[in-house]
């Protein structure tokens, strides 16, 4: 079983920038996939960023590319997605997501809402 605890979210303006962060309840080099995912009123949950265990490799939704890092740190069981240039469309529930030997858990999200 894995939980995950996500902080970060908030108001923002358009261009500002958000951390968003998500903490593991087991050693984070044991998930062999992590991510950010989001949702939209009245949208389907969309993948935003991955990252592998080592990190090595990370994956983006084209909208986002440019703008949001995705990153970990090991040491303290922690995912992050760093929002820069933030956009009225990005105002969503962003969800964090762990793959453990072939299972998905989520968190329970947490809102970023972007003014123009």
């Known amino acids: 079983q894995v939980q995950l605890v996500e902080s970060g979210g908030g108001l923002v303006q358009a261009g500002g920038s958000l951390r968003l962060s998500c903490v593991t309840s087991?050693?984070?080099?044991?998930?062999?996939?992590m991510g950010w995912y989001r949702q939209a009123p009245g949208n389907q949950r969309e993948l935003v960023a991955t990252?592998?265990?080592?990190?090595?490799?990370?994956n983006y939704a084209d909208s986002v590319k440019g703008r949001f890092t995705i990153s970990k740190d090991n040491a303290k069981n922690t995912v992050y997605l760093q929002m820069n240039s933030l956009k009225p469309e990005d105002t969503a529930v962003y969800y964090c997501?762990?793959?453990?030997?072939?299972?998905?858990?989520w968190g329970q999200g947490t809102q970023v809402t972007v003014s123009s």
């Open positions: 087991v050693n984070i080099f044991s998930i062999d996939t």
């Open positions: 997501k762990a793959v453990r030997v072939g299972l998905d858990y």
């Open positions: 990252i592998t265990r080592t990190g090595a490799r990370t």
